[in-house]
């Protein structure tokens, strides 16, 4: 084991996800969260993106093509974490979300961030969410950071969208 940490600038440079039906991943991921297409290969693989980068997401069907989601209970992807760079464009997505009568899971405030959740349609957990500026992060009394579980009013976000 490792006391070294990791580089600072380390960052999570993509998630690859197994789904069922390629057509149906993309509808989701494309079509409802809007990232863009930037390789497909046939009904097996597409890579998506934002903003111009090779893949943030990649979907595949290499080894559960008509699959079913994992059962609750067993070990996997929690969810994959989107991050949005201002409230504006989270209550872009929430719009989108709603018309297209998307369900969701829930929403919290977490003091850092304010997130909402979702399942794409293979059952992966998703989480939309923005950070708040760090200055404005909940702290403790010795200075450590206090990250909580709040409720976030969705309606008010909603009012916000342009």
Known sequence: MTTTPAHPQLRIGHVHLKVAEMDRALAF???????????????????????????????????SAAGTPPAPGTTGLYHVALLYPDRAALAGALKRLVAADWPLEGAADHGVSEAIYLRDPD?????????????????????????????FDLRALLAEAA
């Not at 708040?132 to 409720?151: F, K």
């Open 29 to 63: 991921w494309h079509g409802l969260i809007g990232l863009e297409v930037t390789q497909r290969m046939g009904s097996r693989a597409a890579f998506l993106s934002a903003g111009g980068y090779h893949h943030h997401i990649a979907l595949n069907t290499w080894e």
């Open 123 to 151: 059952g992966n957990g998703v989480e939309l969410y923005r950070d708040r500026p760090e200055a404005e992060w909940p702290r403790d009394a010795s200075g450590q950071l206090n990250m909580n579980n709040a409720p």
